[in-house]
């Protein structure tokens, strides 16, 4: 007899071998904050999502032009960004958390919530784990409102 295997055993292996859909909550994930040394990977990122998901993350068609002047007016002072990185070191997730500007006297209680996830590593639960911290890092700046711009056909954001 070379061995046997519990139940446990084999629902251990199984779990390993393939991961339900929902499995990732419980992954963790290394999310890191983003800044000015980081405005070309936001940019290879931003750059990389299909048309449709660029209509999805910004709200109407978007060009390469207008991604790259995004990414390089992004105001790191002001407003938080986190991205997930993949083993080579590009970001495969990304959120940016826009706060209010200082002195406007309208929606200073409001942060503005933006996310991308590359489509072949969606279904892992990056972009949950970016809102939750966004939501953290927005009530830590006593920030009532989260502003979510968010189109109808995008199921995603919606759930």
Same mark, same amino acid.
């Given at each position: 007899?070379?061995? $046997?295997? $519990?139940?446990?055993?084999? @629902?251990?292996?199984?779990?390993? $071998?393939? @991961?339900?859909?929902?499995?990732?909550?419980?992954?963790?994930?290394?999310?890191?904050?983003? #800044?000015? +040394?980081? @405005?070309?990977?936001? #940019? &290879?990122?931003?750059?990389?999502?299909?048309?449709?998901?660029?209509?999805? +993350?910004?709200?109407?068609?978007?060009?390469?032009?207008?991604?790259?002047?995004?990414?390089?007016?992004?105001?790191? &002072?002001?407003? &938080?960004?986190? #991205?997930?990185?993949?083993? @080579?070191?590009?970001?495969?997730?990304?959120?940016?958390?826009?706060?209010?500007?200082? #002195?406007?006297?309208?929606?200073?209680?409001?942060?503005?919530?933006?996310?991308?996830?590359?489509?072949?590593?969606?279904?892992?639960?990056?972009?949950?784990?970016?809102?939750?911290?966004?939501?953290?890092?927005?009530?830590?700046?006593?920030?009532?409102?989260?502003?979510?711009?968010?189109?109808? &056909?995008?199921?995603?954001?919606? +759930?």
């Amino acid at each position: 007899m070379v061995g $046997s295997l $519990s139940v446990a055993d084999v @629902r251990a292996a199984r779990w390993r $071998s393939r @991961r339900p859909p929902g499995a990732a909550k419980h992954l963790m994930v290394p999310i890191r904050s983003l #800044g000015r +040394r980081h @405005r070309q990977r936001i #940019g &290879e990122h931003l750059l990389a999502l299909t048309p449709s998901d660029r209509y999805l +993350r910004f709200g109407h068609a978007i060009g390469d032009g207008q991604i790259t002047r995004y990414a390089q007016t992004l105001d790191f &002072e002001r407003d &938080e960004l986190f #991205g997930v990185f993949n083993r @080579r070191l590009q970001v495969i997730a990304m959120a940016h958390l826009a706060y209010p500007r200082a #002195g406007s006297s309208d929606w200073q209680d409001t942060a503005e919530f933006g996310v991308s996830v590359l489509d072949r590593y969606r279904g892992r639960g990056f972009g949950s784990r970016l809102f939750q911290l966004c939501c953290l890092h927005a009530r830590n700046r006593q920030m009532r409102y989260l502003l979510i711009h968010a189109l109808t &056909e995008n199921q995603a954001m919606l +759930r």
